[in-house]
């Protein structure tokens, strides 16, 4: 897969799966925008990718402010001319059972995983439509297609990230451009690692191919969806679960 002269915005790239998603379309050639509310762990994703010869800059924000997300566009205009590629990876988790959640853990996950990429989705889709030609790729997961005790909030944000691809996808696709969620299961990164160790126990009895994914099989699926090579591909929602969820 070949991203020499593509634009990637990745959101949320400062660490954990984000972070592997930005090495990896680096590594396929493409510029890369590391967005995070963290501005120290963004730069130095981005000084990474500028090590290995790639083209990268820092940009700290907030995905649920609007005109912090409009400035992250400018200033991705400004450094490398057009915007080819998003990846809403930003969010947040604030689990608890229903009953006992609180308001304000239920706005804040769904400002930050949802309305969050919903701004920048809005934002970055005048410039694809103009060039006629997008790729844009939500981080879903597995509790957004099944649910999950606990995580009330965080599945509503996820399944709405699935349902927002797929409209998105029906509203675009006469533009050249395609829309498509990816929706990990168990990966192996530090928000998951902590877990206890029973709860990682009950989780991989869950999992029929017996082990925990790693950041890289998530961008691995978005690799391709991004690419050239999956121009036929839109309104669709990939699985990278290890036969979690067979949906």
């Given at each position: ?30 510029s890369?925008?590391i ?6 762990t ?39 001319g ?9 969010g ?25 990429a ?13 060039q ?5 790729v ?6 957004g ?47 998951t ?45 990939i ?9």
């Amino acid at each position: 897969m070949d991203l020499s002269n593509r634009v990637a915005i990745v959101t949320g790239s400062g660490q954990g799966i984000g972070r592997e998603i930005a090495l990896m379309l680096a590594e396929q050639g493409a510029s890369l925008v590391i967005s995070d509310v963290n501005a120290a762990t963004a730069k130095e994703v981005a000084a990474e990718i500028e090590a290995k010869n790639g083209k990268s800059i820092a940009i700290p924000v907030n995905v649920a402010v609007a005109a912090e997300v409009s400035k992250l566009v400018e200033q991705t205009l400004s450094s490398f001319g057009h915007i080819d590629i998003l990846v809403n990876n930003a969010g947040i988790t604030r689990d608890g059972l229903l009953m006992r959640m609180s308001e304000s853990d239920w706005d804040l996950v769904l400002n930050i995983n949802l309305k969050g990429a919903f701004i920048c989705t809005q934002a970055v889709l005048r410039h694809m439509i103009r060039q006629r030609w997008g790729r844009i790729v939500n981080i879903a997961s597995v509790v957004g297609l099944t649910g999950n005790a606990g995580q009330a909030n965080y599945a509503a944000s996820k399944a709405g990230l699935i349902g927002l691809a797929k409209s998105t996808a029906r509203e675009v696709a006469s533009r050249g451009i395609t829309v498509n969620a990816v929706a990990p299961g168990f990966i192996d990164t530090g928000m998951t690692q902590k877990l206890s160790g029973n709860v990682k126990q009950e989780f991989l009895k869950q999992i029929p191919l017996g082990f925990f994914g790693l950041p890289k099989d998530v961008a691995y699926a978005v690799a391709f969806l991004v690419s050239e090579e999956a121009r036929y591909i839109t309104g669709q929602v990939i699985n990278v679960n290890g036969g979690m969820a067979m949906i």
